[in-house]
Nanobody, 125 residues
Framework: QVQLAEFGGGLVQAGGSLRLSCAAS????????MAWFRQAPGKEREFVAA????????NYADSVKGRFTISRDNAKNTAYLQMNSLKPEDTAVYYCAASPRVTAYTTSEIHYTYWGQGTQVTVSS
């Protein structure tokens, strides 16, 4: 059974940084697009960033562009989300997702096959 496990969430002050990791198991990692989504309290889950299988193509939501960086290490079966200049509105549960049938430009969650349990990110003002 495929498993995605997120690590690295926590509490940080506005302007600070966090690095999330998503470790995949029982997955042919290098053939899957990896993505990050987030869900704030009372809101729908939204796309944050995605990266293609080789890491050559990345895509970001406008709200995080220039502040967040998605990357991957296929040798370690791990994807990352480096979050800088964090704002209180970035507070959410962050989920990683994977799919072998999308591109990095796929932003709708319905197209992603595998999901992690999520990790809480809280940014205080």
């Amino acid at each position: 059974q495929v498993q995605l496990a997120e690590f690295g969430g926590g509490l940080v002050q506005a302007g600070g940084s966090l690095r999330l990791s998503c470790a995949a198991s029982r997955l042919t990692f290098s053939t899957h697009v990896m993505a990050w989504f987030r869900q704030a309290p009372g809101k729908e889950r939204e796309f944050v960033a995605a990266i293609n299988w080789s890491g050559s193509v990345t895509n970001y939501a406008d709200s995080v562009k220039g502040r967040f960086t998605i990357s991957r290490d296929n040798a370690k079966n791990t994807a990352y989300l480096q979050m800088n200049s964090l704002k209180p509105e970035d507070t959410a549960v962050y989920y990683c997702a994977a799919s072998p049938r999308v591109t990095a430009y796929t932003t709708s969650e319905i197209h992603y096959t595998y999901w992690g349990q999520g990790t809480q990110v809280t940014v205080s003002s």
